[in-house]
């Protein structure tokens, strides 16, 4: 079983819709925990870190954290094709990250 | 949020040659530092990480003679390929860690060997 994992994708919404990003961990003492967006060619991105339960809103972007279930979300309203990108997940710890494979998000006009 | 460069973006080298390639943290210091390797349509996968004055720790399959890892400072690192091959082209990350444990990464250096 992978340390991180995200929901396969691809994942495709029209334009102006709510897009729901999804990763699961399995190290219940985490306590760091990261989306990054990725554009095709190029490097990742921080976009959104989340300590503690609940959610955490920046802009048109929310994360979401329940560590009971071991489970963060990332949620983007009003989606625009320019938030067409790979998500990846992350959980930090005083080691190294560990990644998901990324989800890739396609925004269609 | 943090700033991280590298040089150079982009380098062509024959086989058999090395290249160094540059990551600095341009607005923080930077006592962990993190080198990745992306081939196309791939996930990140950690090389190495690299601790401001001590030797680098490296990922079970990568060859630590064959990518040197040099954090000389607390806002450089370098990493060195030796001797390369066709089959290491590809896109290398660098990332510095920051007190929360997140990871600001370099525009990455995209490399090939002929």
């Known amino acids: 079983q992978k340390e991180v994992e995200q929901n396969s994708g691809p994942l495709s919404v029209p334009e102006g819709a709510i897009a729901s990003l999804n990763c699961t961990y399995s190290d219940r003492g985490s306590q760091s925990f990261f989306w990054y967006r990725q554009y095709s060619g190029k490097s990742p991105e921080l976009i959104m870190s989340i300590y503690s339960n609940g959610d955490k809103e920046d802009g048109r972007f929310t994360a979401q954290l329940n560590k009971a279930s071991q489970y963060v979300s990332l949620l983007i309203r009003d989606s625009q094709p320019s938030d067409s990108a790979t998500y990846l997940c992350?959980?930090?710890?005083?080691?190294?990250?560990?990644f998901g494979d990324g989800t890739t998000l396609t925004v269609k006009p | 949020g943090a700033v991280v460069s590298q040089h150079p973006s982009w380098v062509i080298c024959k086989s058999g040659t090395s290249v160094k390639i540059e990551c600095r943290s341009l607005?923080?210091?930077?006592?962990?530092m993190f080198w990745y390797r992306q081939f196309p349509k791939q996930s990140l996968m950690l090389m190495a990480t690299s601790n401001e004055g001590s030797k680098a720790t490296y990922e079970q399959g990568v060859e630590k003679d064959k990518f040197l890892i040099n954090h000389a400072s607390l806002t450089l690192s370098t990493l060195t390929v030796t001797s390369a091959h066709p089959e290491d082209s590809s896109f290398y990350i660098c990332s510095a860690r920051g007190i929360y444990y997140e990871q600001y990464f370099g525009p990455g250096t995209r490399l090939t060997v002929t």
């Open positions: 607005d923080f210091q930077a006592t962990t």
């Open positions: 992350a959980v930090g710890d005083a080691g190294k990250s560990t």
